[in-house]
């Protein structure tokens, strides 16, 4: 079993930075993968960063040279900076891990860009 928390989301101004952070625990041994997706009203959750144990990272291209994903093994913890933040970045940000082939997620953090 993992457990995920969100924090680091908030509401910031066009053009401005936010980060979030991503704490996992249990059995963190087992994590594989861990990412970042979001979610805007009435449409589906899409995947934003993901980073591996092996360290290779993929980016959605909306964000490719604005966000960028980060992972502190020693904390437990997954990043996401999200830089010249655009208005259609609106979205509630979800952590998720798979472990062993089960996926898991955080309860989401709400990351509002205003214009």
């Known amino acids: 079993q993992v457990w995920l928390v969100e924090s680091g989301g908030g509401l910031v101004q066009a053009g401005g930075s936010l980060r979030l952070s991503c704490a996992a625990s249990?059995?963190?041994?087992?994590?594989?993968?861990m990412g970042w997706y979001r979610q805007a009203p009435g449409k589906q959750r899409d995947l934003v960063a993901s980073?591996?144990?092996?360290?290779?990272?993929a980016y959605a291209d909306s964000v490719k040279g604005r966000f960028t994903i980060s992972r502190d093994n020693a904390k437990n913890t997954v990043y996401l900076q999200m830089n010249s933040l655009k208005p259609e970045d609106t979205a509630i940000y979800y952590c998720?891990?798979?472990?062993?082939?089960?996926?898991?997620w955080g309860q989401g953090t709400q990351v509002t860009v205003s214009s």
């Open positions: 980073t591996t144990s092996g360290d290779n990272t």
């Open positions: 998720n891990a798979v472990a062993y082939g089960t996926v898991y």
């Open positions: 249990g059995s963190i041994f087992s994590i594989n993968t």
